[in-house]
Protein backbone atom coordinates (compact mmCIF):
# COMPACT_ATOMS: atom_id res chain seq x y z
CA UNK A 1 0.00 0.00 0.00
CA UNK A 2 2.58 2.31 0.92
CA UNK A 3 4.51 2.32 -2.53
CA UNK A 4 5.14 5.41 -3.82
CA UNK A 5 2.24 7.02 -1.23
CA UNK A 6 3.79 10.06 1.20
CA UNK A 7 2.64 11.11 4.23
CA UNK A 8 4.84 11.56 7.94
CA UNK A 9 5.23 8.17 8.38
CA UNK A 10 6.71 7.46 5.80
CA UNK A 11 9.32 10.35 6.69
CA UNK A 12 9.30 8.96 9.96
CA UNK A 13 10.37 5.32 8.96
CA UNK A 14 13.76 7.25 7.44
CA UNK A 15 14.69 9.53 10.50
CA UNK A 16 12.35 9.49 12.97
CA UNK A 17 14.26 11.98 14.59
CA UNK A 18 14.15 15.03 11.91
CA UNK A 19 12.20 18.14 12.98
CA UNK A 20 8.84 18.15 11.40
CA UNK A 21 7.24 20.89 12.81
CA UNK A 22 9.43 24.03 14.59
CA UNK A 23 7.55 26.66 16.95
CA UNK A 24 9.50 29.98 16.14
CA UNK A 25 8.94 31.79 18.86
CA UNK A 26 9.78 28.95 21.99
CA UNK A 27 11.67 27.01 19.85
CA UNK A 28 9.34 23.55 20.85
CA UNK A 29 9.71 21.11 18.63
CA UNK A 30 7.81 18.15 17.13
CA UNK A 31 9.77 15.32 14.98
CA UNK A 32 8.12 12.90 12.38
CA UNK A 33 8.31 10.29 14.99
CA UNK A 34 6.29 12.26 17.00
CA UNK A 35 4.22 12.77 14.43
CA UNK A 36 3.38 9.78 13.23
CA UNK A 37 2.79 7.94 16.42
CA UNK A 38 0.57 10.95 17.97
CA UNK A 39 -1.44 10.96 14.61
CA UNK A 40 -1.49 6.97 14.82
CA UNK A 41 -2.90 6.60 18.32
CA UNK A 42 -5.42 9.83 17.87
CA UNK A 43 -6.89 8.31 14.71
CA UNK A 44 -7.01 4.92 16.59
CA UNK A 45 -8.62 6.77 19.15
CA UNK A 46 -10.88 8.44 16.84
CA UNK A 47 -12.03 5.03 15.56
CA UNK A 48 -12.90 4.13 18.92
CA UNK A 49 -15.46 6.99 19.21
CA UNK A 50 -17.25 5.24 16.31
CA UNK A 51 -16.62 8.14 13.73
CA UNK A 52 -16.43 6.35 10.16
CA UNK A 53 -14.55 7.96 6.67
CA UNK A 54 -16.48 11.27 5.64
CA UNK A 55 -17.40 12.28 9.17
CA UNK A 56 -16.80 15.65 10.43
CA UNK A 57 -14.24 16.59 13.31
CA UNK A 58 -14.21 20.53 14.16
CA UNK A 59 -10.69 21.83 15.45
CA UNK A 60 -9.99 25.04 17.30
CA UNK A 61 -6.69 25.46 18.20
CA UNK A 62 -4.16 28.21 18.47
CA UNK A 63 -0.55 28.06 16.62
CA UNK A 64 1.12 25.29 18.18
CA UNK A 65 2.68 21.97 17.59
CA UNK A 66 -0.83 20.59 18.37
CA UNK A 67 -2.42 21.85 15.29
CA UNK A 68 -0.76 19.86 12.25
CA UNK A 69 -0.61 16.82 15.06
CA UNK A 70 -4.59 16.88 15.24
CA UNK A 71 -4.60 17.87 11.49
CA UNK A 72 -2.85 14.92 10.29
CA UNK A 73 -4.67 12.48 12.99
CA UNK A 74 -8.20 13.20 11.17
CA UNK A 75 -6.57 12.85 7.88
CA UNK A 76 -5.25 9.75 9.04
CA UNK A 77 -8.58 8.37 10.42
CA UNK A 78 -10.07 9.20 6.88
CA UNK A 79 -11.99 12.46 8.50
CA UNK A 80 -13.27 15.59 7.44
CA UNK A 81 -11.35 18.21 9.25
CA UNK A 82 -13.44 21.64 9.90
CA UNK A 83 -10.50 24.37 10.98
CA UNK A 84 -12.32 27.15 13.17
CA UNK A 85 -10.79 30.55 13.93
CA UNK A 86 -10.51 31.24 17.39
CA UNK A 87 -11.85 34.07 16.96
CA UNK A 88 -15.41 33.20 16.53
CA UNK A 89 -17.83 34.08 19.16
CA UNK A 90 -19.80 31.01 20.41
CA UNK A 91 -22.53 31.05 18.43
CA UNK A 92 -20.47 31.41 15.39
CA UNK A 93 -18.90 28.22 16.63
CA UNK A 94 -21.81 26.35 16.99
CA UNK A 95 -23.74 27.20 13.95
CA UNK A 96 -20.46 25.82 11.88
CA UNK A 97 -20.49 22.75 14.41
CA UNK A 98 -24.17 22.44 13.18
CA UNK A 99 -23.53 23.28 9.51
CA UNK A 100 -20.82 20.68 9.26
CA UNK A 101 -22.67 17.96 11.22
CA UNK A 102 -19.50 17.77 13.54
CA UNK A 103 -19.55 14.84 16.04
CA UNK A 104 -16.52 15.73 17.95
CA UNK A 105 -14.43 19.24 18.94
CA UNK A 106 -10.95 19.50 19.97
CA UNK A 107 -10.60 22.59 21.60
CA UNK A 108 -7.61 24.90 23.08
CA UNK A 109 -8.68 25.08 26.84
CA UNK A 110 -8.79 28.68 27.46
CA UNK A 111 -10.37 29.46 24.44
CA UNK A 112 -13.04 26.91 25.55
CA UNK A 113 -13.27 28.87 28.58
CA UNK A 114 -14.62 31.72 26.51
CA UNK A 115 -17.42 29.48 24.50
CA UNK A 116 -18.07 26.40 26.60
CA UNK A 117 -21.28 27.18 28.57
CA UNK A 118 -22.62 28.11 25.39
CA UNK A 119 -21.69 25.26 23.18
CA UNK A 120 -22.95 22.91 25.61
CA UNK A 121 -25.95 24.62 25.64
CA UNK A 122 -26.82 24.53 21.62
CA UNK A 123 -24.44 21.56 20.13
CA UNK A 124 -24.91 18.44 23.35
CA UNK A 125 -24.48 15.80 21.27
CA UNK A 126 -20.99 17.28 20.15
CA UNK A 127 -18.54 15.68 21.89
CA UNK A 128 -15.86 18.14 23.38
CA UNK A 129 -11.98 17.29 24.35
CA UNK A 130 -9.30 19.35 25.21
CA UNK A 131 -5.69 20.56 24.57
CA UNK A 132 -3.79 22.31 27.30
CA UNK A 133 -4.84 22.94 30.99
CA UNK A 134 -7.79 20.62 32.03
CA UNK A 135 -11.28 21.82 32.96
CA UNK A 136 -13.58 19.37 35.14
CA UNK A 137 -15.84 17.09 33.60
CA UNK A 138 -14.02 17.64 30.28
CA UNK A 139 -11.63 15.02 28.81
CA UNK A 140 -7.98 15.86 27.84
CA UNK A 141 -7.50 14.64 24.17
CA UNK A 142 -3.93 13.47 24.74
CA UNK A 143 -4.94 11.53 27.58
CA UNK A 144 -7.49 9.80 26.07
CA UNK A 145 -5.58 8.62 23.34
CA UNK A 146 -2.27 7.42 25.35
CA UNK A 147 -3.51 3.59 25.40
CA UNK A 148 -4.38 3.17 22.32
CA UNK A 149 -1.54 2.10 19.83
CA UNK A 150 0.49 4.18 17.52
CA UNK A 151 0.26 1.65 14.55
CA UNK A 152 -1.90 2.73 11.57
CA UNK A 153 -5.56 1.95 10.92
CA UNK A 154 -6.03 -1.01 8.72
CA UNK A 155 -6.21 0.28 5.17
CA UNK A 156 -6.16 3.65 5.73
CA UNK A 157 -8.12 6.73 3.71
CA UNK A 158 -7.03 9.63 2.90
CA UNK A 159 -9.32 12.53 4.89
CA UNK A 160 -9.54 15.54 3.79
CA UNK A 161 -10.56 19.15 4.69
CA UNK A 162 -13.99 20.55 4.75
CA UNK A 163 -13.51 24.37 4.71
CA UNK A 164 -15.82 27.57 5.49
CA UNK A 165 -15.96 30.75 3.43
CA UNK A 166 -15.62 33.60 5.36
CA UNK A 167 -19.64 34.78 6.12
CA UNK A 168 -19.05 38.31 4.29
CA UNK A 169 -22.45 37.44 2.55
CA UNK A 170 -24.25 35.96 4.97
CA UNK A 171 -23.18 32.60 7.00
CA UNK A 172 -20.28 30.87 6.57
CA UNK A 173 -20.62 27.67 3.59
CA UNK A 174 -19.02 24.80 3.73
CA UNK A 175 -17.19 23.38 0.68
CA UNK A 176 -17.93 19.97 0.73
CA UNK A 177 -15.13 17.95 -0.37
CA UNK A 178 -15.01 14.95 -2.84
CA UNK A 179 -15.98 11.60 -0.92
CA UNK A 180 -12.62 10.08 1.25
CA UNK A 181 -11.70 7.37 -1.26
CA UNK A 182 -7.88 7.89 -1.96
CA UNK A 183 -4.92 5.96 0.23
CA UNK A 184 -3.10 7.62 2.86
CA UNK A 185 -0.53 9.74 1.33
CA UNK A 186 -2.14 9.99 -1.96
CA UNK A 187 -1.04 13.50 -2.26
CA UNK A 188 -3.15 16.46 -3.28
CA UNK A 189 -2.45 18.90 -6.18
CA UNK A 190 -1.28 21.46 -3.59
CA UNK A 191 1.32 19.17 -3.15
CA UNK A 192 1.62 19.38 -6.51
CA UNK A 193 1.65 22.52 -6.69
CA UNK A 194 4.32 22.97 -4.12
CA UNK A 195 7.05 20.51 -6.01
CA UNK A 196 6.80 22.17 -9.18
CA UNK A 197 6.56 25.79 -8.12
CA UNK A 198 9.28 26.08 -5.26
CA UNK A 199 10.79 22.44 -5.99
CA UNK A 200 9.63 21.72 -2.47
CA UNK A 201 11.08 18.39 -0.90
CA UNK A 202 12.12 16.68 1.84
CA UNK A 203 15.42 19.42 2.38
CA UNK A 204 13.14 21.99 2.69
CA UNK A 205 12.41 24.68 5.08
CA UNK A 206 8.71 26.18 4.81
CA UNK A 207 8.20 29.57 7.22
CA UNK A 208 4.36 29.77 8.28
CA UNK A 209 3.27 33.22 9.63
CA UNK A 210 -0.28 33.36 9.73
CA UNK A 211 -3.01 30.80 11.35
CA UNK A 212 -3.60 27.65 10.90
CA UNK A 213 -7.06 27.40 10.80
CA UNK A 214 -6.84 29.38 7.56
CA UNK A 215 -6.86 27.20 4.36
CA UNK A 216 -3.69 28.47 2.54
CA UNK A 217 -1.28 27.94 5.64
CA UNK A 218 -2.78 24.77 7.24
CA UNK A 219 -2.80 23.27 3.24
CA UNK A 220 0.33 24.20 2.84
CA UNK A 221 2.33 22.96 5.95
CA UNK A 222 0.27 20.05 5.33
CA UNK A 223 1.43 19.55 2.17
CA UNK A 224 5.45 20.36 2.98
CA UNK A 225 4.72 17.62 5.66
CA UNK A 226 3.74 14.79 3.03
CA UNK A 227 7.14 16.24 0.77
CA UNK A 228 9.03 15.80 4.11
CA UNK A 229 9.91 18.83 4.59
CA UNK A 230 10.36 21.02 8.02
CA UNK A 231 7.51 23.62 8.70
CA UNK A 232 8.80 26.38 11.01
CA UNK A 233 5.19 28.08 12.59
CA UNK A 234 5.42 30.90 14.23
CA UNK A 235 2.57 31.38 17.02
CA UNK A 236 1.94 34.71 16.06
CA UNK A 237 2.76 36.96 13.10
CA UNK A 238 4.95 40.10 13.77
CA UNK A 239 7.29 41.35 11.37
CA UNK A 240 10.38 41.75 13.23
CA UNK A 241 9.73 37.87 14.31
CA UNK A 242 9.48 36.56 10.61
CA UNK A 243 12.33 37.89 9.82
CA UNK A 244 14.33 36.92 12.84
CA UNK A 245 12.79 33.32 11.87
CA UNK A 246 13.68 33.36 8.04
CA UNK A 247 17.39 34.60 9.25
CA UNK A 248 17.68 31.34 12.10
Request: proline share 7%; aromatic share 8%; glycine share 10%.
Amino acid sequence: MEGNWKYPGTHAALDRDKPAVIMAGSGETLTFGELHDGACRLSQFFASLGLARGDSIAICLRNSVDYPLVHWAATYAGLHSVLLSFHLRSNEVGYILEDSAAKVLIIDSEIYDGIGADLQERCPDVARYLVGASRPGLPNLYESAADFPAVLLEDPIQGQDLLYSSGTTGVPKGIQPPPAQFPLGHGSPLVDMQQEAYGADENTVYLTPAPYYHAAPSGSAKAMLSLGATVVLMEKFDPEGALLAIEQ
